[in-house]
């Protein structure tokens, strides 16, 4: 699992960071990092748990690839929604504009 954050809707609140401190941050220059985005499995639950607690339906999960199959892009669990993401290497960081 892959975890995708829409920059666009992302307020940097830090719901995610209380949830899960190991995967997600929000540093003093009020920026949300993502410190794995691709965290082990038996973080699953915890994860899912912060990508639907978000307040801003900000971030969402793309599933890995099966074996020679395509992956699922912008799974959110319950719903199904998808969302556009910004990321790149290791911490990934966003911030949003005012609101």
């Given amino acids: 699992m892959k975890i995708v954050v829409d920059y666009d809707r992302c307020e940097s609140n830090g719901v995610c960071m209380g949830i899960l401190p190991e995967v997600f941050e929000v540093r003093d220059d009020d920026f949300m990092y993502v410190l794995n985005e691709t965290p082990p499995e038996s973080m699953r639950k915890k994860v899912l748990e912060a990508v639907n607690s978000c307040p801003t ?19 959110k669990s319950a719903d199904a929604k998808s969302a556009g993401a910004k990321s790149g290497g290791a911490a990934s960081a966003g911030k949003s504009g005012p609101g």
Avoid at 57 to 75: H, I, T
């Fill in 57 to 75: 339906a900000a971030l969402s999960l793309a599933e890995d690839a099966p074996p020679g199959g395509a992956a699922s892009e912008g799974v």
